[in-house]
């Protein structure tokens, strides 16, 4: 429990020193006009009550999506809110949303800083960050995801989100606006210091479809250990870069230029939780793993080839150019060791890639491996 909380508020001081930071280089008075710094959330839906309401209209209230974004470029802050009868608050959504507020920066920034609280199902997720290869190609910009510690993520978007909606709240109050959808919940803003857009369905589904996202899901690669980073960004086109908070990305790239996550097409699964030391950068490259050679040493671990399949083993014993490998078999999309130990020896050209040690996923002895590959041809992803 306490190295645990000590990793938290490690997180905490570490992400809001470089919020803070880039905050305060974005309102200063000669701040970078290549640079932008965006924080995210969704506000809490706006619910379209009546000033003069008959009873049964409290049964069935309509209500409106509010994405919140605090933009900062040129040394001024630029608040907007995205209103939507979509109520959805999911990726799908997110990414349409990020894509529309992209389209109000200026065409001289190139680096955009996003910032935002983790929930899995919004933000913190591998389709997400799949889906920067489409914006940073559409819109010409460098895109780096941040996100501030487990329930440390209030900031301006908070206040935008109320303001806006205690100013329509107060026109209906006073009877100088009626709100029943999106479109009238923008118009009923108008006379607000913050922007606002109406999204319309078929808006979101129209942007979805030009970034080609359902797509970009599909392929999206499981990230493991996602739920204990809070930085992300792509290395090129292929590839992500992630570490466990925003200052440890400068030393990080330095002592790990291959710590990316290949962003090829993969199995479908679902990204997983795993405990991680404060300078530990997983790696998913194929770059990164190590080729067969001739040196091969007792407890090495190996995808070997039987019978045109991989199976990832531990090697326990070398006699003259062969060697005995213990392997495991499949269990679903993980690995678990067999009832019955399943060791024969193997010849050199049989070790087809060397593997790193597997990691825990269940307490029913199921193992994974930072390495994707698939059983049914010779090859990994």
Known sequence: MIPKFMEHCFVKRKQ????????????????????????????????????????????????????????WYGGTLHPLVLASDNLTHSKDTVVAYVNRILQEIPKTVRKVSIWSDGPASQFKNRYILAALAPLQAKHSIEITWNFFATSHGKGPVD??????????????RNRKALVTNASSFTEAARTSNVQVIEMEASEIEKINNALGIEQVFKNAPPVHGIASFHFMKLVDVEAIHFTLSSDAESNATEAHPDTVTELNESEPGDDFKEETDSDTVFTDSAEADSEVDSSVSVGDWFG???DGKIYPGEVKKIEQGDYQVSVMVPAGKNWKWPDKPDEIFYSHDKLVKKLRQPFTVNHRGHFGFLERFLTDQKSFN
Do not use: P
């Open 16 to 71: 809001a020193e470089s919020y803070n930071r880039e905050r305060d280089a974005a309102v200063a008075e000669h701040s970078d006009s290549d640079k932008a710094l965006l924080q995210l959330d969704f506000s809490e839906n706006y619910t379209c009550l009546f000033q003069d309401e008959i009873q049964s209209a409290h049964w069935q209230q309509a209500q409106v999506s509010l994405f919140t974004a605090a933009l």
């Open 159 to 172: 206040g935008i989100g109320g303001a806006v909606k205690r100013l329509v709240w107060n026109a209906v």
């Open 304 to 306: 070997v080839e039987y």
